[in-house]
């Protein structure tokens, strides 16, 4: 209910609530966007990467190939944190599988969907063109051949 209050429209309680709960959904929509947009492996093998809300208000995120749902899923339970705590604001909701996860991020339902995931086991077997985990690898000695050099055959 809207009342004058001082010649302002004071805001009833439950709009107020309802109005933080609209910015809850989009600030755990933007941590979750953020993590796996800091999972490079991810965004390079995903050929299609979508998301949409849904009709209860959930999130859902949708991609091809790439990494299992599960594995996404643990990729956000380790990087959506509190920023001065380390207490993790992902839980599981529902099914976690390959195919299919459903999480609760900061009480917003996440559902995860892999279409034709391959996994990050077999990502990492699959020869690629040119690795950018490849190429900043130190580890191997200089006289290694570089993902390039196999690339161009030299």
């Not at 091809?64 to 944190?81: F, M, N």
Request: contains cysteine; negative net charge.
């Amino acid at each position: 209910m809207r009342g004058l209050c001082g010649g302002r429209a004071a805001i009833a309680p439950d709009e107020i609530q309802i109005q933080l709960t609209g910015a809850r959904r989009f600030e755990a929509f933007g941590r979750v966007m953020a993590a796996l947009a800091c999972d490079a492996e991810l965004m390079e093998t995903c050929s299609d990467l979508t998301w949409w809300r849904g009709a209860d208000h959930s999130w859902h995120i949708e991609w091809r190939e790439g990494l299992y749902a599960s594995e996404v899923a643990d990729t956000l339970a380790a990087h959506v944190r509190e920023p001065d705590h380390c207490v993790p604001l992902v839980a599981p909701a529902g099914l976690v599988a390959a195919g299919t996860a459903v999480l609760d991020v900061m009480g917003v339902r996440f559902v995860l969907r892999a279409v034709d995931p391959l996994g990050r086991a077999r990502l990492d077997a699959r020869p690629a063109p040119w690795r950018l985990a490849d190429a900043l690898d130190t580890t191997r000695p200089p006289a290694a051949r570089h993902p390039w050099e196999e690339l161009l055959g030299g």
